[in-house]
């Protein structure tokens, strides 16, 4: 059975930093892209960042690039995301995903697997 746990959210002021982390289990997790993506209150899902299965192509939000930076560790069965200059639209919940090839997507209808989410909140 494939698990995502995500962990790292909380409070933090504008222009702070956050690093979310996702734990794997359940399957070999170098052989599958991450992803992650947010919810906002009231709003639809939306993609946040990317990552193939061998950790050398990434993908943004356009919201996002320049400050957040998805990372994995295939060791550790573990993706990151560090969030950087965090502005008060980015409160949200994040959720981490897991796709079951090797290529990264934006389309969260093409992930197979979901963390639970944690919660972000950038406070000004």
């Known amino acids: 059975q494939v698990q995502l746990v995500e962990s790292g959210g909380g409070l933090v002021q504008v222009g702070g930093s956050l690093r979310l982390s996702c734990s794997a289990s359940?399957?070999?997790?170098?052989?599958?892209?991450m992803g992650w993506f947010r919810q906002a209150p009231g709003k639809e899902r939306e993609f946040v960042a990317a990552?193939?299965?061998?950790?050398?192509?990434?993908y943004y939000a356009d919201s996002v690039k320049g400050r957040f930076t998805i990372s994995r560790d295939s060791a550790k069965n573990t993706v990151y995301l560090q969030m950087n200059s965090l502005k008060p639209e980015d409160t949200a919940v994040y959720y981490c995903?897991?796709?079951?090839?090797?290529?990264?997507?934006?389309?969260?209808?093409?992930?197979?697997?979901w963390g639970q989410g944690t919660q972000v909140t950038v406070s000004s």
């Open positions: 995903a897991s796709r079951s090839t090797v290529a990264p997507s934006t389309d969260e209808k093409l992930y197979d697997y």
């Open positions: 359940g399957r070999t997790f170098s052989t599958y892209a």
């Open positions: 990552i193939n299965y061998s950790g050398n192509g990434r």
